[in-house]
């Protein structure tokens, strides 16, 4: 299969997903404004702000938006995704502060979008890097802050990927995860699903599951997130966003 992740039309979706303001939409065409802003509010509404974040690290990063708002009160975010194309164009945003694209009208219309980062991100504390999540860099560290949404049911193997997160927050750090448990065999084997399958509980259950002898619940919100694909058709979603206290 070819990676939907590394297309011209991906990009631009996640660029206008990731970056557009509520001006940036079609005024007379409805949308549901609680599901704006997702990569904003993953950060704003998931994170614990009391709790010091001197490290962060965003999995799936994709065009970096909240990598860029995990750098509003931690001192170094690294963010990682598996596709060239989409970190491409988050350091190019973060070299440059914007990124302009062409997004679908309909048809064949296009129009220009512009992404820009907002203000008040001190971008010198991002990096931006390739990489898989479920097989990081050896010397990759630990962090105070790990953030993953949208990424579970996109890969190949979420459990091994579950199993590896204890290693990855330092004690008393926070998870941060978004899922909406979309489970395609494209991306995962039915096997490696948790959950979602007869006879199987839930994923969240799965989830939990996998969790819970490493981490507190702490938290847990849906989180409605919105992608454009043209001016009159959207991918509505809900995610489960959860935050979890890596036990010391
Ligand atoms: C559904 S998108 C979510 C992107 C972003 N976190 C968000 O919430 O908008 C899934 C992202 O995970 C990335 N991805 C898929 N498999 C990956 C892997 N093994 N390691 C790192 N990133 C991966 C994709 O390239 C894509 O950017």
Known sequence: MINPYETRKLVSEYLFFHYAEETDFSGDIPVPREALHFP???VAELADHERGVKSALDLGCAVGRSTFELARFAQCVIGV???AAFIGVAETLRCDGRHSCEILVEG???AEFTARIPAGIDVSRVSFETGDATALRTDIGRFDLVLAANLLCRLPD?????????????PGGQLLLATPFSWLPEFTDPRNWIGGRPGTGSSWDALRLALEPHFDLQLKKEMPFL???????YQYGVSLGSRWIRRS
Not at 162 to 169: A, E, K, Q, R, T
Not at 227 to 233: L, N
């Open 108 to 110: 064949e219309r296009t």
């Open 81 to 83: 995704d598996y596709s």
């Open 158 to 170: 979420p459990g091994k990927f579950l199993g590896s997160l204890p290693d990855l927050v330092a």
């Open 40 to 42: 904003v509010r993953l």
């Open 227 to 233: 992608i454009r694909e043209h001016s009159r058709k």
